[in-house]
């Protein structure tokens, strides 16, 4: 976290209409940088001069898909992260679609999705129900097959959230169930481990551990602040949550399991 903020890292958004504001809003309270850019006039050129690109498919279309596939390509030649989080991938052969195509055209750094979407992702009979997704198997085997499958970092959250490389497998228990009834959190958590990855790009597991440890702390910090009110203030308190954590109390309270 204290990387992010002395380094202040660009994070191009290419994220859904629903969560756009909570997002820019969440990135800046982290002390990164948001930009929202969608027409593929400038998505090459905004790639580019970014530290890390945010693919989400919340509220997809056509050109929005082609759009991002031009920005995918262009991070990648400039050699910068990119985080997909393939929202409802399982609801609607559409998401299928794109999302495979994203997957096979750019090459993603890291998958962040829950159990749900990460299943439907590897072709596993799903249930998504449009964007939410749980499933009854195991989410870390669930997360290193899926890492081994696509070749990249994948991390599935949930009550327990998961980070694999196909090799290296860790559970992150921080967080708080009020997470869920908060919309944009999974998205907003896309932002934020596409931060870490910034700063951090030749250590991506370690950056996304970093970031769910971190984001769950917040989480259990503001519901211990506002359980008796409600998720209102709740999603008021996470954000400044976000803003004052700092690394010591974030490591004194994380919940980091190295299972391989
Ligand atoms: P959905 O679309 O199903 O709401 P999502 O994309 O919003 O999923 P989540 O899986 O809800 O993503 O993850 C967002 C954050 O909430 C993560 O930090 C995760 O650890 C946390 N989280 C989710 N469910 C729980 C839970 N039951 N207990 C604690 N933390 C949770
Ligand atoms: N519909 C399309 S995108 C979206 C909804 C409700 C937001 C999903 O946000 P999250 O972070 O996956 O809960
Ligand atoms: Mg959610
Ligand atoms: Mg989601």
Redesign the pocket.
């Known amino acids: 976290m204290e990387l992010v903020r002395q380094n202040n890292p660009l994070i191009h958004c290419m994220t859904n209409d629903v969560v756009m504001n909570f997002t820019a809003n969440g990135l800046l309270a982290i002390g990164a940088s948001p930009v929202m850019a969608f027409s593929a006039a400038e998505t090459e050129d905004m790639a580019s001069v970014a530290d890390a690109l945010l693919l989400n498919i919340g509220t997809p279309s056509n050109e929005g898909v082609d759009s991002m596939v031009l920005a995918g390509k262009a991070a990648n030649r400039a050699g910068k992260p990119i985080i997909f989080d393939p929202?409802g991938v399982g609801a609607t052969p559409f998401r299928n679609e794109i999302s495979k195509r994203i997957l096979n055209e750019v090459d993603v750094a890291v998958v962040r999705?829950?159990a749900g979407e990460i299943a439907a992702l590897l072709g596993q009979a799903g249930t998504v129900k449009g964007?939410?997704?749980k499933i009854n198997a195991d989410v870390k085997e669930l997360c290193l097959q899926a890492a081994k499958a696509l070749r990249t970092v994948v991390v599935v959250?949930?009550?327990v959230?998961a980070v694999s490389n196909g090799e290296q497998l860790v559970a992150v228990a921080n967080?708080?169930?009020w997470?869920?009834k908060v919309v944009g959190?999974?998205?907003l958590?896309g932002g934020v481990i596409a931060a870490y990855a910034a700063v951090q790009p030749n250590s991506l597991v370690d950056a996304a551990v970093e970031a769910?440890a971190f984001?769950?702390v917040c989480?259990e910090q503001a519901y211990e602040q506002t359980k008796k009110e409600g998720i209102g203030s709740f999603q008021q308190t996470f954000l400044n949550e976000l803003g004052n954590m700092t690394d010591e109390k974030a490591a004194a309270l994380k919940r980091v399991e190295q299972i391989c």
Do not use: I, K, S
């Open positions: 929202v999705g829950n964007v939410d997704g959250t949930g009550e959230d967080g708080h169930e997470l869920t959190t999974g998205c958590l769910l984001y769950g989480a």
